[in-house]
């Protein structure tokens, strides 16, 4: 890192000893644990839109038997509510399973990676990228709060 680069005392969270490709490499695999966070996220949202849509079909079950239509409701009623989305599971146990069979695992590893690699330290490539993309001594582009 050149010297006109080197963070300002306070941001800098890379530790001596640890070389550019270390931080970029980390970096990458907690970019990579973001993508996976984000995906957690929309697994969520799936599992909450299903649940929302099965109450809804419930109730449009009740509402189309209460419309003299119940070999219609029935049907619905019997065939879709509370059916499984996938094989045995419901969208709480697909939830469950990522979280402990993939997300907690990647969760850990990144982790542990970044406590041999960078002592622990997050976000060490984006704290540099901040260090010299902002303007020093501009309002906004201050190094820390």
């Known amino acids: 890192m050149s ?6 005392a306070g941001l800098g969270r890379r530790h001596g000893g ?10 990458s695999l907690s970019e990579a644990l ?5 995906a957690r996220g929309h697994l969520y949202e799936f599992h909450q839109l299903i649940g929302h849509a099965d109450l809804v079909l419930g109730e449009a079950c009740d509402k189309l038997r209460d419309a003299g239509h119940v070999a219609v409701a ?4 019997l065939d879709l509510v509370g059916r499984n989305v996938l094989y045995g599971r419901w969208t709480f146990q697909i ?8 997300w907690s695992i ?9 406590e041999e690699l ?9 704290a540099e990228m901040k260090e010299k993309r902002r303007t020093r001594g501009r309002p906004g582009h201050e190094a820390q709060p």
Do not use: C, M
């Open 3 to 8: 010297e006109s680069a080197k963070p300002e």
């Open 18 to 27: 640890v070389s550019d490709e270390t931080v970029e490499a980390v970096g």
């Open 34 to 38: 973001e993508y996976v966070e984000r």
């Open 74 to 77: 029935d049907r619905l009623e």
């Open 95 to 102: 939830v469950e399973e990522f979280d402990d069979d993939y």
């Open 106 to 114: 990647f969760r850990e590893h990144e982790r542990r990676v970044r």
């Open 118 to 126: 960078q002592q622990g330290a997050r976000h060490v490539f984006e």
